[in-house]
């Protein structure tokens, strides 16, 4: 596990930037199904992967084939939840159930990405990026059938956070392409996406579709 300390004199600088598509895995338990979708979404230029599967535990050898994948594509690798699946990814994404976050910085050390929920909340982002995290995530932008019931976000909160804070913001939730442009001009810098990529026929094409969308605004930042 990684005992690496985070103290006052230390400089985190991420070497990665968040940015574009952000790729989170559907729950499939076959990995000879899952592994092409993933290498389809890469090469359609997703620049972050995370790893979730809310169907069955999680496990490191999964997680290490993903991350060594994404490593030879120059992707993002996230593990969800875990800090001790983090140790073989560049870092870990927390929901609000899952521990402190400045302990969890502490535990990471400073080489690896802290990204963390923060729902319809400013306030809970604020306090995230000055406990050390390196990107935050807001959401349900819209309806989102991955997660029915969560709080939703609002076009408004993405652009006061956008004039907020430093770190990278995340839209979540119920994201397609006819309405990521929506999230993208509010000030998102990237879409995490499941369900309107892993679902499409071409997984490809989708891919390419939602990451044009942030070479298009790729000026604005």
Do not use: W
Request: proline share 3%; hydrophobic share 45%; with cysteine.
């Amino acid at each position: 596990m990684m005992k690496q300390n985070l103290n006052q004199k230390q400089i985190r600088i991420p070497s990665k930037r968040i940015s574009g598509l952000y790729a989170i895995t559907p729950d499939c338990a076959d990995m000879a199904t899952l592994l092409p979708l993933i290498q389809a979404a890469i090469d359609g230029g997703a620049s972050v992967l995370q790893y979730r599967n809310k169907m069955q535990a999680s496990h490191a050898d999964v997680m290490q084939t993903l991350a060594t994948l994404c490593r030879e594509k120059n992707v993002i690798c996230i593990a969800n939840d875990s800090l001790q699946l983090a140790q073989y990814a560049d870092g870990v994404h927390l929901g609000r159930d899952d521990g402190d976050i400045a302990l969890a910085r502490q535990q990471l050390g400073i080489n690896k990405i802290l990204g963390v929920s923060c729902y319809n909340s400013l306030e809970r982002a604020i306090a995230a990026e000055q406990a050390g995290a390196d990107y935050v995530a807001f959401g349900s932008m819209f309806g989102s059938t991955t997660k029915p019931q969560a709080p939703r976000a609002t076009l408004e909160l993405l652009r006061q956070a956008r004039s907020t804070l430093k770190i990278p913001i995340v839209a979540i939730g119920g994201i397609t392409l006819q309405n990521a442009h929506q999230v993208a001009a509010a000030g998102a810098d990237a879409v995490a996406i499941i369900n309107a990529l892993f679902a499409e026929t071409d997984v490809y094409k989708a891919a390419q579709a939602f990451s044009n969308i942030f070479n298009i605004n790729a000026d604005r930042k």
